[in-house]
């Protein structure tokens, strides 16, 4: 999905329908409903960067809410880094330099609407950094029972490579292994919240072959060698080569920040 521009001005009265996210009928409680749509029209470029939003009674309006809900919404999108509120001047849109992207709500918004794949492109760089680091202090750590645990994933792993979806889950399961036996519980819980987002969208999954899915077996099973062994440096290497070459394969066809145009 691309960024939109359906907002005709900071009071405009345009239709929003063909930018909400996907939960946007799903109930929920009314304060949940009005964040989400703004978080989202803000990340899309609805509201584009220095623009007002509408006014308090356009809101209560439009979501058929209390003023005491926007203005509790509001304060929660300033926590996100993406607004401004200024009495007498209303609500304005800060750089995206400044939006937080650890924060669910915006790093989804953000892939849904990352037309060029910059953001999947960071996203793999950080997981990148953070999961070789903790390959390679699993490897020094890992003690026999969490070995064993670590063979029997690549096994389960292997096993599944009849069932796209089941290798899926059982991928994740195989670096979660790793991450909870490396100690690093904050790199953990870093990866654990972007990719988990990261996987709701279908460009970050891409649709892999079957021969895909063997190249993806055969470094798991690399990364579980090296660190069997105790070798820190060979298991971060290896870690590498996974992570980048797996989103280098599966990567769509568009030129980002990772350079080369790539198949998906």
């Not at 749509?37 to 308090?56: F, I, K, M, N, W």
């Not at 899926?168 to 519980?185: P, Q, T």
């Not at 060698?225 to 394969?249: E, K, N, P, Y």
Request: glycine share 8%.
């Amino acid at each position: 999905m691309t960024a939109a521009s359906s907002h005709s001005g900071p009071t405009g009265s345009t239709s929003h329908a063909s930018l909400e996210p996907p939960s946007y009928r799903r109930p929920r409680r009314l304060g949940d409903t009005v964040v989400t749509h703004l978080v989202d029209r803000v990340v899309s470029g609805a509201y584009p960067v220095d623009t007002v939003l509408p006014t308090e009674p356009e809101l209560c309006r439009e979501f058929g809410v209390s003023r005491t809900v926007v203005r509790e919404s509001i304060k929660l999108l300033e926590a996100k880094g993406l607004v401004k509120a200024t009495p007498g001047r209303g609500t304005r849109v800060l750089e995206p330099i400044g939006w937080n992207l650890l924060d669910p709500l915006v790093l989804e918004a953000q892939i849904r609407h990352d037309s060029n794949l910059s953001i999947l492109d960071d996203l793999i760089n950080v997981r990148a950094a953070l999961e070789c680091d903790m390959a390679a202090q699993c490897a020094r750590v890992i003690t026999p029972d969490q070995a064993e645990a670590l063979k029997k994933q690549a096994n389960v792993l292997a096993e599944s490579l009849h069932d796209p979806e089941r290798y899926g889950r059982e991928d994740v399961a195989f670096h979660e292994m790793i991450m909870l036996a490396s100690g690093n519980r904050l790199g953990h819980a870093i990866i654990h919240g972007i990719h988990a987002k990261a996987r709701l969208s279908s460009r970050y999954n891409g649709d892999p072959s079957r021969e895909e899915h063997l190249q993806s077996l055969a470094e798991h099973r690399q990364i579980e060698s090296m660190i069997l062994q105790g070798d820190a440096q060979g298991a971060a290497a290896a870690m590498r080569v996974h992570i980048v070459g797996s989103w280098a394969r599966r990567r769509p066809g568009v030129r980002g920040a990772m350079g080369q145009e790539s198949g998906s």
